[in-house]
Nanobody, 122 residues
Framework: QVQLVESGGGLVQAGGSLRLACAAS????????MGWFRQAPGKEREFVAA????????YYADSVKGRFTISRDNAKNTVYLQMNSLKPEDTAVYYC???????????????WGQGTQVTVSS
């Protein structure tokens, strides 16, 4: 069974940066690759970014395009999310995992990890 451990969250001022990491152990399920989602208080979980298994393709939500960068280190079985120019609306719990792409829709099979809290102050 796959285990996902997200880390790197914290409190940062608007305009600052954080780098999230997602360490996966076991076999990760997801036909497209790995991705990040986030859930803000009172809101539904939303897609943030995805990277294909080969690392050759990346996709981003419009709200983070140009500010966030997803990457992967296959040797470490770890996916990263570099977040720059953070805004208060980026405040959320961030989750990672294998992702499935269905047209413009992204989903994650299986259970969610504990996530990592990102708080951006104004």
């Amino acid at each position: 069974q796959v285990q996902l451990v997200e880390s790197g969250g914290g409190l940062v001022q608007a305009g600052g940066s954080l780098r999230l990491a997602c360490a996966a152990s076991g076999r990760t399920v997801g036909s497209f690759g790995m991705g990040w989602f986030r859930q803000a208080p009172g809101k539904e979980r939303e897609f943030v970014a995805a990277i294909s298994w080969s690392g050759g393709s990346t996709y981003y939500a419009d709200s983070v395009k140009g500010r966030f960068t997803i990457s992967r280190d296959n040797a470490k079985n770890t996916v990263y999310l570099q977040m720059n120019s953070l805004k208060p609306e980026d405040t959320a719990v961030y989750y990672c995992g294998g992702v499935i792409r269905d047209g413009s829709r992204w989903s994650k099979p299986g259970s969610w990890g504990q996530g990592t809290q990102v708080t951006v102050s104004s």
